[in-house]
């Protein structure tokens, strides 16, 4: 796999295709340390496990870390991503997403996932990303009623995802278009479970 830098041009995946994007450039500040090495229960890190789950419902993926995170690159590369350094990545999420957009501004869509959720299943990205393969423009995930995350956006909105800032993400984006958004009801509880601090790591306990 390629290791790629901020400044490169990008994996340039074929036209129209859904690219996924995991976002994992946050330090963890919360957690007290490098949360996505972290282990799990079943001893897979945080971050690693995320990334599997990614590459499962979506193989073309890449991953967004932060600038001398090279243990994780390693790791996420060794579950087949693709990986790009954003520079900018401790200014909020908003930047990493610009990251990923830009390294693969080809794509016909991108799903967004967060490193910190490692719990979301596989069939779950692929229902997102088949929404955005369908033709939608916005596509989130609902469990029970609670919005959760991966979330997708079609190629139409790639200049406004290229626009974002600070640490909303994508949740301004996505109010600003309600119109455009397809919610897909999934049975997944991973995608309300995220993980910031160490009692995250058992959900049982939540």
């Not at 001893?43 to 073309?60: D, K, T």
């Not at 520079?87 to 957009?101: E, K, Q, T």
């Amino acid at each position: 796999m390629r290791l790629l830098s901020a400044t490169c041009p990008g994996v340039n995946p074929p036209h129209d295709m859904i690219q996924g994007l995991l976002l994992a450039g946050g330090a963890g500040l919360r957690f007290g340390a490098n949360k996505l090495l972290c282990p799990l229960a079943d001893g897979c890190a945080i971050g690693v496990s995320a990334a599997r789950h990614l590459a499962q419902g979506l193989p073309q993926s890449l991953g967004v870390v932060r600038s001398g995170d090279e243990e994780l690159a390693r790791r996420l590369r060794e579950e087949g991503l693709d990986v790009v350094y954003c520079r900018d990545s401790a200014h909020g999420l908003g930047h990493s997403i610009v990251c990923g957009v830009t390294a693969s501004a080809q794509a016909g869509g991108w799903v967004l996932a967060l490193a910190d959720m490692p719990y979301i299943r596989p069939a779950t990205i692929a229902a997102v990303a088949g929404a955005i393969e369908g033709g939608a423009e916005i596509a989130v995930v609902e469990y029970r009623g609670q919005r959760g995350h991966p979330v997708g956006f079609g190629a139409p909105l790639r200049a406004q995802l290229l626009q974002l800032r600070g640490d909303t993400g994508a949740r301004d984006l996505i109010a600003r278009h309600p119109g455009r958004v397809v919610r897909i009801p999934v049975d997944d509880p991973g995608i309300v479970q995220d993980i910031d601090t160490p009692d995250d790591l058992h959900p049982v306990r939540r």
